[in-house]
């Protein structure tokens, strides 16, 4: 029976047969190799390449070894990609990307963990092999949460907007979409190292059938509404710019406000010489209106002027005062504002970005921070989803960096939202990554949940992203101006958005029993 088992098992290459000089030097090129997966330059196929590098190089390692492999594997990976964040400061980009490492170094220690168990048949080698594809859902699901609200940028699922395994999120939810990149990654490995023909040829076969399902659903796809419903909502986006970009980039707030008004009036214009449909809603960006159209008189006559003008309600994106503590917080809000009834429905952003809209620990940091003096109050979460009801469609509003954040997309989703619409301010970041960047999240949104996507932005990027993942029209980054689309409302549930969160907390829990079984099995096989 044992012999039986040797000849199943990993044959693999002696521990020492690189140098660690070697390895960590691989460590940086394939980590370097992963952030071209994402926006700037986008391509897709190097993130499976870059986790299988990163995975054999921690294969059948030691616990120390293979966790500074991946921290150094995560943090090349995390700078390059974060390269935007400069924008903010040198330090930041770093500080930022070291944090981040630390998480793949966790993979890392996982990894050595599971393929030693596997070389010792401790575990068998399909446990094992899903079980570190189970921990980059693990390590993601940690990181997206804990602690301060947690960081989902830049997980596996969003380098793949372009990829044909793309459609797996709509099958599983984003996090299983990271699995099968992770499972692809590791299976391609195990080809190399199994000595087994069988077990050879089921991994061929099971990397073959990751990318033939999503392509086999793509071309079969005849998705639509589960009401029958082929009506359609016609919804206006308006991107004004900012006089300037950069950190200073909503210091004239004025100014921000009179282009977002001045840009609806031309549209206005535009609907009434035909040019444009009427649009029944309009949607303005994150920090459209950054004078509290509540306290400022001229900036609700403002708003006002341009809702008249359009003759539709205006999603207006807003910071305004909190009614609880206004000395040190802020709401960023989303008002339905109509043109005769004014201000009526809000949202306030659920999940705003830690040290970027609130700052934990600010009596310390701000000692030592001077640029935290930029956000002197701290943005409060919201606790009720984006959710607009206009023309008999039902709208899930999300702000921003909520694109990336799980539990408040699948929550407008499952309570409702036929069509999700992103208020976004990149005016921070314009000419760099972080606005393609974001797209790519947006596009695989509208996949993963069979939705159209409308984003409106104040500097770029603007768009109406279909269910399907492609971008038409577009308002590119540095763009100023409006356009108006045609909307399907959809009301069906994906498989990803039913059972995408129960997948994931089943994915971690596995990996997690795994780990735990482990050093039981092992102590058993030391007794007998």
Same mark, same amino acid.
């Given at each position: 029976? /044992?012999?039986?088992?040797?000849?199943?098992?990993l044959?693999?290459?002696?521990?020492?047969?690189?140098?660690?000089?070697?390895?960590?030097?691989?460590?940086?090129? *394939?980590?370097?190799?992963?952030?071209?997966?994402?926006?700037t330059?986008?391509?897709?196929?190097?993130?499976?390449i870059?986790?299988?590098?990163?995975?054999?190089? $921690?294969?059948?390692?030691?616990?120390?070894?293979?966790a500074?492999?991946?921290?150094v594997?995560?943090?090349? $990976?995390?700078?390059?990609?974060?390269?935007?964040?400069?924008?903010?400061?040198?330090?930041?980009?770093?500080?930022?990307?070291?944090y981040?490492?630390?998480?793949?170094?966790a993979?890392?220690?996982?990894?050595?963990?599971?393929?030693?168990?596997?070389?010792?048949?401790?575990? *068998?080698?399909?446990?094992?092999?899903?079980?570190? !594809?189970? $921990?980059?859902?693990?390590?993601?699901?940690?990181?997206?949460r804990?602690?301060?609200?947690?960081y989902?940028?830049a997980?596996?699922?969003?380098s793949?907007?372009? !990829?044909?395994?793309?459609?797996?999120?709509?099958?599983g939810?984003i996090?299983?979409?990271?699995?099968i990149?992770?499972?692809?990654?590791?299976?391609?490995?195990?080809?190399?190292?199994?000595?087994s023909?069988?077990?050879?040829?089921v991994?061929?076969?099971?990397?073959?059938?990751?990318f033939?399902?999503?392509?086999?659903?793509?071309?079969?796809?005849? !998705?639509?509404?589960?009401?029958?419903?082929?009506?359609t909502?016609?919804?206006? =986006?308006? /991107?004004?710019?900012t006089?300037?970009t950069?950190?200073?980039?909503?210091?004239?707030?004025? $100014?921000?406000?009179?282009?977002?008004?001045?840009?609806?009036?031309?549209?206005?214009?535009?609907?009434k010489r035909?040019? #444009?449909?009427?649009?029944?809603?309009?949607?303005?960006? #994150?920090?459209?209106?950054?004078?509290?159209?509540y306290?400022?008189?001229?900036?609700?006559?403002?708003?006002?002027?341009a809702?008249?003008?359009?003759?539709?309600?205006?999603?207006?994106?807003?910071?305004?005062?909190?009614?609880?503590?206004?000395?040190?917080?802020?709401?960023?809000?989303g008002?339905l504002?109509?043109?005769?009834t004014?201000?009526?429905?809000?949202?306030?952003?659920?999940a705003?970005?830690?040290?970027? #809209?609130?700052?934990?620990?600010?009596?310390?940091?701000?000692?030592?921070?001077?640029?935290?003096?930029?956000?002197?109050?701290?943005?409060a979460?919201?606790v009720?989803?984006?959710?607009f009801? =206009?023309s008999?469609?039902?709208?899930?509003d999300?702000?921003?960096?909520?694109?990336?954040?799980?539990?408040?997309?699948?929550?407008?989703?499952?309570?409702?939202?036929?069509?999700?619409?992103? /208020?976004?301010?990149?005016?921070?970041?314009?000419?760099t990554?972080?606005?393609?960047?974001?797209?790519?999240?947006?596009?695989?949104?509208?996949?993963?949940?069979?939705?159209?996507?409308?984003?409106?932005?104040?500097?770029?990027? !603007?768009?109406?992203?279909?269910?399907?993942?492609?971008?038409?029209?577009?308002?590119?980054?540095?763009?100023?101006?409006?356009f108006?689309?045609? =909307?399907?409302?959809?009301?069906?549930?994906?498989p990803?958005?039913?059972?995408g969160?129960?997948? #994931?907390?089943?994915?971690?829990?596995?990996?997690?029993?795994?780990?735990?079984?482990?050093?039981?099995?092992?102590r058993?096989?030391?007794?007998?």
């Open positions: 029976m /044992q012999v039986k088992i040797l000849q199943i098992g044959v693999l290459m002696p521990r020492n047969s690189l140098s660690i000089g070697v390895r960590l030097l691989l460590a940086v090129l *394939s980590g370097w190799l992963l952030a071209l997966a994402y926006p330059p986008g391509q897709w196929w190097c993130a499976p870059s986790v299988a590098i990163f995975s054999a190089l $921690a294969w059948n390692q030691t616990k120390k070894l293979g500074i492999i991946g921290f594997y995560g943090f090349v $990976a995390f700078l390059s990609q974060h390269t935007w964040l400069t924008v903010v400061g040198v330090d930041a980009t770093w500080i930022l990307s070291f981040l490492a630390i998480w793949i170094g993979v890392g220690i996982v990894i050595s963990i599971i393929s030693r168990a596997i070389y010792r048949q401790t575990i *068998s080698w399909p446990i094992g092999l899903l079980a570190i !594809s189970s $921990a980059w859902v693990l390590e993601e699901f940690l990181r997206g804990y602690p301060f609200g947690g989902p940028w997980r596996l699922a969003f793949q907007a372009d !990829s044909p395994l793309a459609l797996w999120s709509r099958i939810g996090p299983v979409l990271s699995f990149v992770v499972a692809i990654s590791v299976a391609c490995v195990a080809i190399f190292i199994l000595a023909i069988r077990a050879k040829v991994l061929v076969l099971f990397v073959i059938v990751c033939l399902i999503p392509i086999t659903l793509s071309n079969a796809s005849t !998705s639509t509404d589960a009401n029958g419903d082929i009506s909502i016609a919804i206006g =986006v308006v /991107q004004g710019g006089p300037q950069g950190m200073g980039a909503m210091d004239v707030r004025r $100014a921000v406000l009179d282009n977002h008004v001045k840009h609806t009036i031309e549209l206005a214009q535009k609907v035909g040019e #444009e449909p009427q649009p029944e809603i309009v949607i303005w960006p #994150e920090n459209s209106s950054d004078l509290d159209p306290v400022e008189d001229d900036a609700a006559a403002l708003i006002d002027q809702v008249t003008a359009i003759g539709v309600p205006i999603l207006v994106g807003a910071v305004v005062e909190s009614k609880t503590d206004p000395q040190n917080e802020v709401y960023n809000m008002i504002w109509g043109p005769s004014g201000p009526g429905e809000t949202y306030i952003k659920n705003p970005v830690p040290f970027g #809209e609130f700052i934990p620990f600010r009596s310390v940091l701000t000692q030592l921070i001077s640029r935290y003096e930029r956000v002197p109050r701290d943005f979460h919201g009720e989803p984006g959710l009801a =206009v008999g469609v039902t709208l899930g999300l702000i921003c960096f909520e694109v990336a954040v799980d539990p408040v997309v699948n929550r407008v989703i499952n309570e409702g939202a036929q069509v999700l619409v992103v /208020q976004t301010n990149n005016a921070t970041y314009a000419g990554a972080l606005p393609l960047q974001q797209l790519n999240i947006e596009r695989l949104r509208a996949i993963e949940n069979d939705r159209t996507v409308v984003v409106a932005a104040t500097t770029g990027i !603007s768009a109406r992203i279909t269910p399907g993942g492609s971008v038409d029209p577009i308002l590119e980054d540095g763009d100023v101006g409006s108006v689309v045609e =909307v399907a409302p959809r009301a069906n549930l994906t990803g958005a039913r059972l969160p129960y997948l #994931e907390l089943l994915l971690c829990l596995f990996v997690v029993a795994v780990l735990v079984c482990i050093p039981i099995r092992e058993r096989g030391r007794r007998s």
